[in-house]
């Protein structure tokens, strides 16, 4: 007897054989039983599935002796004629080579006649979908309203390409791919049958490269048989598919979880030098982190992957160091680069780029997350509040300005920003407590808004407090004697060499001298450019070369900072609304480089934080059509 291949040796002859298809095999079973066999029927699902072999097993059960029976004999005489192809009721035809309407117009005349020994005549057309639209149009009829003796089943491995009108008259069965751990076991039986000893890694390598196809593993084992003999080990199959072992898999997507792309390198350069087909290593690396994706959302649940028990403790330990935000990026930079590597001119270069980007996205702050930052930073930033303004809060303010006479005399503070509660302060002039607070000054001239960034508030002169005597050992740094507006010029003044920082400093507006220190107000985008440590000694130079040898200086976020209960003022009735005063003259626009603001260290900073793209560079007051 000639030799058969495995794949045709093995085929299911009876429906409790067929693996993987419960759903289909048993509906078929009840409606034989039940005695509701329907004209038609068509099988859809991918290749190697058994859309045919459960075609032929309908076709056994429908015409075998006494049938139809669900539960026949394979010795039954008809059942097989069915299997040897010899039964004169059962035709089966290609549909990729007969396709043309003069075909279907002969089986339409032949359906007329009763079957020769069997209940049913019965037509299998496989690839039904390569069938022309005029050959469909012609079975139409006849598919409808068939005689009572003639059945029809289909198969096809693209029912979209079949028409909707055949489809709409047929039952239609949809068969999945089958399990990996089901196509091991099978293998592992059939393994049994031939002598021939495989591993569990062997038996799960070959069922993961036929991806849910039986007769794909079954055709793999044949070769791998013909080519190693009575013992086939993992190494084997692995080079046989151009896979990638399990082992080197998870070392690769670790290295990426790690965010090391030297040693991603070093492994893709193992993996290519070995043979190992690339196109096939970014689609394992894609279902990995898919499986670590569903592993982490589900909390576990083994019942949704197909793997190992080693490899669900990788998971495991994979899933506790990524979050769920990170593996979604990774997982969309991974499926485009699965779309594009067909028409990568070199997929070596391609797939190390795309994994590169991998380790990007997995490292990513999505702007959610730098917002949610920012807000945060906002809400916890320092304000300009003095340690005595809960003691002013409790004062009572009868009049319309804050009495100096009475607060408190506070405690002084050092030069460094936190005031420290032990030592002496100066009282604090209350223009700048009502710039701290968001308020306004309690004073006729005060009441006016700021017109620019460097428009002193109060245009009424206050006398300066007399400071308290300063105690023996306090041991504070003397400050020149000026006023907050004096020191920002002199500070101003020094930094005419540098025209990109300057224009960034031109919305600042200064609030207050004491004790050595300048605090400056900046809305939150120059806040967050200046407040860094380069950029404070930078300005702490500057104000030194200004003739401030000892000076600090402290930025404070232009947004309004927490609110202090402090005694509403009682309001003044006044005669007649004092007539606007001039506005002062709007300052000229600074005129910017290009490239020096490019080169401005805060700026590149902040492109690189936000991945921006300079567009248009514009001084403060200047409209947007200079550039």
Excluded at 1 to 23: L, T
Excluded at 364 to 392: G, I, Y
Excluded at 461 to 483: D, F, G, H, L
Excluded at 497 to 510: K, N, V
């Amino acid at each position: 007897m000639s030799y058969q291949v495995i794949a045709r040796k093995y085929r299911p002859q009876r429906f409790e054989d067929v693996v993987g298809q419960e759903h289909v095999t048993t509906t078929l079973m009840n409606a034989i039983r039940a005695g509701r066999i329907a004209h038609g029927y068509i099988f859809c699902g991918p290749r190697g599935t058994g859309k045919t072999t459960l075609a032929r097993i309908f076709a056994k059960a429908l015409n075998c002796t006494g049938g139809p029976k669900a539960d026949f004999s394979v010795d039954d005489p008809r059942v097989r004629e069915i299997t040897e192809g010899r039964s004169l009721d059962v035709l089966e035809i290609d549909g990729a080579s007969n396709n043309g309407v003069e075909q279907v117009r002969e089986l339409r005349d032949t359906a007329r006649f009763a079957p020769a020994s069997g209940t049913y005549k019965i037509y299998i057309i496989d690839e039904v979908h390569m069938l022309s639209t005029a050959a469909f149009n012609a079975l139409l009829k006849t598919l409808e309203e068939p005689p009572a003796h003639v059945k029809f089943l289909f198969a096809t491995t693209d029912p979209e390409k079949v028409l909707v009108t055949i489809l709409s008259r047929c039952q239609r069965f949809d068969l999945r791919r089958i399990p990996a751990a089901l196509i091991s076991k099978h293998l592992a039986w059939i393994a049994s049958q031939e002598g021939v000893t495989l591993d569990d890694a062997a038996l799960f390598a070959i069922a993961r490269g036929a991806e849910g196809g039986m007769r794909d593993a079954e055709s793999t084992l044949d070769q791998l048989i013909s080519f190693c003999g009575n013992r086939i080990e993992e190494a084997d199959v692995l080079s046989m598919f151009g896979l990638a072992a399990r082992r080197q898999l998870l070392d690769l997507t670790g290295a990426i979880l790690g965010s090391q792309p030297d040693v991603v390198l070093r492994l893709l350069d193992e993996l290519a030098r070995s043979g190992k087909d690339l196109g096939r290593l970014l689609n394992d690396v894609s279902n990995h982190f898919r499986n670590l994706l569903v592993y982490h959302i589900s909390k576990g649940d083994r019942s949704l992957l197909e793997a190992t028990e080693s490899e669900f403790e990788v998971l495991a330990a994979q899933s506790r160091a990524i979050e769920v935000e990170s593996l979604t990026r990774v997982l969309e930079s991974l499926s485009q680069a699965e779309s594009h590597l067909r028409d990568a001119p070199s997929k070596r270069i391609f797939l190390e780029v795309a994994l590169l980007k991998a380790i990007e996205a997995r490292n990513a702050v999505s702007l959610d997350v730098v917002l949610r930052q920012l807000q945060a930073l906002r809400a916890a930033a320092p304000t300009l509040v003095p340690a005595a303004l809960p003691a002013l809060a409790a004062v009572p303010a009868p009049t319309p300005a804050i009495s100096r006479e009475s607060v408190p005399s506070p405690a002084v503070s050092t030069p460094q920003p936190p005031p420290s509660p032990a030592l002496p302060t100066p009282p604090v002039p209350e223009t700048s407590v009502a710039l701290a607070h968001g308020g306004t000054v309690p004073s006729t001239a005060a009441e006016r808004p700021l017109e620019s960034p460097r428009e002193v508030a109060p245009s009424t002169p206050v006398a300066k407090p007399t400071p308290p005597e300063k105690p023996v050992n306090a041991p504070v740094q003397p400050a020149p004697e000026a006023s907050p507006d004096t020191v920002w010029s002199a500070l101003l003044q020094q930094i005419t060499t540098e025209p990109i920082f300057l224009a960034q400093m031109a919305h600042g507006r200064p609030l207050t001298w004491i004790s050595g220190v300048l605090s400056v107000e900046f809305p939150l985008a120059e806040y967050e450019l200046l407040n860094a440590t380069s950029q404070l000694n930078k300005l702490r130079a500057y104000l030194q070369q200004a003739g401030y040898a000892r000076g600090e200086i402290r930025l404070v976020e232009g947004a309004a900072p927490p609110h202090v209960e402090v005694a509403k003022p009682v309001p003044v009735q006044r005669a007649a609304p004092k007539p606007p005063e001039p506005k002062p003259a709007k300052p000229q626009p600074v005129r910017l480089n290009k490239e020096e603001f490019l080169n401005d260290p805060a700026i590149r900073a902040a492109i690189e934080v936000f991945r921006a793209q300079l567009i248009e560079v514009r001084a403060p007051g200047e409209s947007s059509a200079t550039t």
